[in-house]
C-alpha cells in the first residue's frame, strides 16, 4: 500500500510561484506519477505526469511552460513547481500513482491506484 502526501499548497498572488511536494510512504521509483487538479464546481483533470525513469513528462495545455515537474525517487518524492500562477490555477492539487510495475506518464486517470488526500493552492488578486 502506497501512501502520498501533497505539501506546499497555499495563497499566492497572481504572477507568483508555489513548488507542491508529494512524497510517498514507500518506493514510488517503479511506477508513474501524475499530479491533478479540481477546481470548485469542475472535474478534475490532469496537470503533469512524470514517467518512472523520468524520461517523459506530460502537462496539460494549459500549463505548458509554466509548471515544471520532477522527481527525486532517493527521497521518494515527486515536486510540481508552478510558476507565473493564473487565477484560473486556483484548484485542489493531487498527487496520484499508478499501480507497480507501470511505468508511463500517467495524465490521465486510468490505471491510477493511489491517491493523496490534496493541497489547496489559491491564487487570488
Known amino acids: 500500500q502506497l501512501q502520498l502526501v501533497e505539501s506546499g499548497g497555499g495563497l499566492v498572488q497572481p504572477g507568483g510561484s508555489l513548488r507542491l511536494s508529494c512524497a510517498a510512504s514507500?518506493?514510488?521509483?517503479?511506477?508513474?506519477i501524475g499530479w491533478f487538479r479540481q477546481a470548485p464546481g469542475k472535474e478534475r483533470e490532469g496537470v503533469s505526469c512524470i514517467d518512472r525513469s523520468d524520461t517523459t513528462t506530460n502537462y496539460a495545455d494549459s500549463v505548458k511552460g509554466r509548471f515544471t515537474i520532477s522527481r527525486d525517487n532517493a527521497k521518494n518524492t515527486v515536486y510540481l513547481q508552478m510558476n507565473s500562477l493564473k487565477p484560473e490555477d486556483t484548484a485542489v492539487y493531487y498527487c496520484a500513482a499508478l499501480g507497480r510495475g507501470n511505468y508511463h506518464c500517467p495524465l490521465a486517470e486510468y490505471g491510477i491506484n493511489y491517491w493523496g488526500k490534496g493541497t489547496q493552492v489559491t491564487v487570488f488578486s
Open positions: 514507500g518506493f514510488m521509483n517503479d511506477r508513474g
